[in-house]
């Protein structure tokens, strides 16, 4: 009974001896997390690893002579602050956004590059059958189209009216419907397919197999029409966009099925959601890319009637995106410094 009061003469005794020095240090922390280190005159400064060295020898020094648990938390937290202000690194947040455009995003794609052309090829595929199904016999259009996009672009439409789907003013329920069912198809496919990635992968490839049969239906129709270069060059101007992000987030869905399907030492789980957190930066990549997608069909679509100009931008967003997710980073300093 007679040691509680020498411990707590002790923890007092402790307090008035150091006290001092924590409580500079936590107002030094408390302003640098509230703005920049500007806000630290030149003195300060110099103070604030001091205060810090000062910290760490109170909190080594309560830990051996166990001391009263609050004042070891106290420390333990004003340590661990200190030490993120001193040695962290401070980004704000425009430094990370631009690091999430300059290494982030491009870095993760190309992680994905055996995953994305797996699910590029079942695209592919999805379109040739499809392409092959309806040229064979136009009967199988309805079947691989909505009854509510038919109407006017299907197999029995004329020449002339079908070139005026692509190239006439959009009217309420003109082909423009059907470019917005395209996007929408696109994107709903795209989340879903990251979404359903866990199930072992497998919806993610039947969903992207499945987004290339209305492409190729609807190609083989206007290809009948001897209009098969303008539906292209019409679909360019944001399907290279458009498609290009959908196939990334398959390749992410797949990413995570795969890690839950061959976990390796790992549980399922673990490797599920790490295979989620390197993917991530890839399938925020992919949201951009479907909202500029969605603002090209919106509006390039309409104002761009040039086939040859609709090809051009088609082809240029997807020199860009090719060049910008797996263009080697290092040989890009090196031209820069050569030149």
Known sequence: MAEAPALAYSTAAFRREREADWTAFEGLVDRLERGSIKRLSDDELLALPRYY???LSSLSIARATSLDVALIDYLESLSVRGYFLIYGVRETRMARLGHFFRVGWPSAVRSLWKETLLV???VALGAVISYNLVMGD????AALIPDMFNDGRGPDASVAALRETIYGVPEEGGFHIFATFL???NSQVSISAYALGFAFGVPTLLLEFNQGIPLGAMF???HKAGLGLDFAAWLSIHGTTELFAAILAGACGLR????FAFPGPRSRMSAAADAGKSSGAAMLGVIIMLILAGLLEGFARQLVQSMAMRFAIGGTLLTFWLTYFYLPRRAMRSARLDA
């Open 53 to 55: 060295r000062a910290t």
């Open 120 to 122: 590029a090829a079942l």
């Open 138 to 141: 136009p009967s199988w259009y």
């Open 183 to 185: 996007f929408t198809h």
């Open 220 to 222: 083989a129709v206007f």
């Open 256 to 259: 995570i099925g795969t890690g």
